[in-house]
């Protein structure tokens, strides 16, 4: 199974502290530890290793569901063998190796890593509206010459999956152009400060109704969308932000049958002493959770 050549599958970690066969799988966990177009502060490579070894250090029930995460069904494929420096060629390989997950009929969880992976797991999707919760529009023509930044990519996505297909939550940072932008193409998106205004229950029926015309849904967390008092462990900390259960609130309002996948990005460990992978794995757990309780898993 799997484009096995692209995988270092020897973490002495599983996610959760435990590992099910990939055939009796629903979930297909990989980790991307790229970061190579890092413009502030470098690390999120160190991600994927930081969160497996938190996440099998955290309690498993999930208030929110009602479900235990020992009883989910999910196979840790190990780390995606990236290519550093090279953009492209591992955005390329998040792809195919999506498309191998998504063809064996199970649900990607990718967690990185800096956020331009995301780009190749839409592209393997190809019908998914993605939700990106983040700090940060990431709608930039290009970041110091590299149009295959961070910081350009749900510009990315935008311009091949149409501006119906991208909805950007928890936005506060971003600059004159950049808004233009938004504001020409009629983007999506609700900023942390009207999520505090009006609470989850609300930004997660306006969310809904954004999607209410897409046929798939796909979950991309940037952890810097969190204040830098919850997650201070990220390339590009950014004030003003949301709690932690404010963003598990909004992700529970509108998680359905519809969704493809999800990920979380931009942990970088090394700025913190490991809050941000606690955060990141429970975020992971819930997510599971909720999707399972939805479709039935
Ligand atoms: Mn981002
Ligand atoms: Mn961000």
């Known amino acids: 199974m799997m484009n096995g ?7 002495p970690t599983r996610f959760g502290g435990f590992k099910r066969e990939y055939s009796k799988s629903d979930f297909v966990l990989f980790g991307v530890p790229f970061d190579s177009t890092s413009s502030y502060r470098p690390g999120s490579r160190f991600g994927p290793a930081a969160i497996r070894e938190a996440s099998a250090n955290i309690e ?3 208030w929110r569901t009602g479900i235990d995460f020992e009883e989910i ?4 494929l190990g780390d995606l063998a990236v290519v550093h420096g090279d953009v492209a060629e591992t955005v390329r390989r998040v792809k195919e190796t999506v498309e191998d997950i998504i063809l064996s009929k199970k649900i990607p969880v990718m967690v990185g890593g800096e956020h331009i992976i995301t780009l190749g797991a839409l592209r393997g999707l190809r019908d998914s509206t993605v939700v990106s919760f983040d700090a940060h529009f990431d709608m930039r023509d290009d970041y110091l010459s590299n149009k295959l930044s961070h ?3 749900m510009r990315r996505a935008l311009e091949e999956f149409g501006v119906k297909n991208v909805v950007i939550v928890g936005a506060r940072a971003t600059y004159k152009d950049e808004i233009e932008y938004i504001k020409k193409n009629d ?12 609470g989850p229950k609300e930004t997660g029926a306006w969310i809904k109704e954004i999607l209410s015309g897409s046929k798939r849904v796909y979950i991309s967390v940037d952890m810097d969308v969190l204040d830098p008092a919850y997650a201070p462990g990220v390339g590009n900390p950014e004030p003003e932000g949301i709690s932690t259960s404010a963003l598990l609130d909004v992700i ?3 998680i359905d049958e519809r969704v493809s996948g999800f990920d979380v990005v931009e942990v ?9 992978a606690v955060t990141a794995s429970k975020v992971i757990y819930e997510i599971c959770c909720m999707i399972a309780k939805s479709i039935g898993l």
């Open 60 to 62: 498993t029930w999930s």
């Open 5 to 11: 050549s692209f995988y270092v599958d020897d973490h």
């Open 187 to 198: 983007v999506s998106y609700i900023t942390s400060h009207q999520i505090m205004r009006v």
């Open 268 to 276: 970088a460990p090394t700025y913190d002493s490991g809050t941000t």
């Open 252 to 254: 529970g309002e509108i």
């Open 73 to 76: 069904k999910l196979h840790d």
């Open 151 to 153: 910081a350009c990519v």
